[in-house]
């Protein structure tokens, strides 16, 4: 049985061993789901340190162990998300967090859940210009662009990438989501939205299926 208390806490501590520790134990025991495990243990760890980090009882070096912690989770764990996947692509994202913009543990959530779900995705990583998303998008024919931002400051930029890629008519949609953004923002600027990494999959098996 999953103790998601104990992954909490491991987020919380900024414990990277007891973290990878705990994923790896998940990841090697078929009867675990790590879906659950991500959404009900490690990810409200990662939010709770970071109110702990807004209230100020936490400060920069445990906001970054926490994301350190939950990074080596996430590692751990993506194997056997990429194994649930299946061998038939269902279709293709190029994914990245914008410019500007470093936080990657959304990002790469919605990255593992999409390649769990049978999508080939191609990780450009964080603060990711504008025109790598067109160039990689175009290269690889991608199906969906997807743009992560956690900052006010970034969203902005999720904006540029659909205007970039009606100018380079690109047949490919474009999925945002991260912190600070919305479906109101998503629909202000003519792109697809998901607030949560499951339900990127879902908008992401929708678009495909509708093209
Ligand atoms: Co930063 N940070 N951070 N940070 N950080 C936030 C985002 C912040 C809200 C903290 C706060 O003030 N409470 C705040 C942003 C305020 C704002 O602009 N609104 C903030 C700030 C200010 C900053 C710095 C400017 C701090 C500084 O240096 N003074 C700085 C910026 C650096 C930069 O990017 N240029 C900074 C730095 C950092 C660290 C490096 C220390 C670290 C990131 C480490 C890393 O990613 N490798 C960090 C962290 C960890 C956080 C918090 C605590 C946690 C973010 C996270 O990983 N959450 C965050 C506070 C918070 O979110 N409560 C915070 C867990 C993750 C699973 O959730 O990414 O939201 P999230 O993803 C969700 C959904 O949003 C969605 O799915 C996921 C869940 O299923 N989603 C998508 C995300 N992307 C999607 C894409 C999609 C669809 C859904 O489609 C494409």
Same mark, same amino acid.
């Given at each position: ?58 400060? &920069?070096? %445990?906001? $970054?162990?926490? !994301?350190?912690?939950?990074? /080596? ?5 993506? =194997?056997?998300? #990429? @194994? ?76 540029? &990438?659909? %205007?970039? $890629?009606?100018? !380079?008519?690109?047949?490919? /949609? ?5 912190? =600070?953004?919305? #479906? @109101? ?27």
């Amino acid at each position: 049985m999953l103790d998601t208390r104990m992954l909490s806490s491991a987020i919380v501590e900024g414990d990277v061993e007891q973290a990878r520790h705990l994923a790896e134990q998940i990841a090697a025991d078929p009867g675990l789901d790590p879906v659950m495990a991500l959404e009900q243990g490690f990810i409200p760890g990662i939010r709770e340190v970071g109110r702990l980090w807004q209230e100020g009882e936490y400060f &920069l070096p %445990e906001l $970054v162990q926490g !994301a350190e912690a939950m990074k /080596a989770a996430m590692a751990a764990l993506t =194997p056997r998300l #990429a @194994r649930s996947g299946g061998h038939k692509a269902r279709g293709k994202v190029v994914l990245g967090t914008v410019a500007g913009d470093l936080h990657d543990i959304g990002k790469s959530l919605v990255g593992a859940l999409l390649v769990a779900h049978g999508f080939e995705v191609e990780d450009l990583g964080v603060d990711v210009p504008v025109c790598a998303f067109i160039d990689r998008a175009r290269e690889g024919r991608a199906d969906i662009v997807a743009a992560s931002a956690l900052l006010t400051t970034t969203m902005v930029t999720q904006r540029a &990438l659909v %205007e970039a $890629v009606a100018e !380079a008519r690109l047949d490919c /949609a474009v999925l945002i989501g991260g912190a =600070p953004t919305s #479906a @109101r923002w998503a629909r202000e600027v003519g792109a697809h939205y998901a607030e949560s990494a499951p339900e990127a999959v879902e908008v992401a098996c929708r678009l495909v299926q509708s093209r």
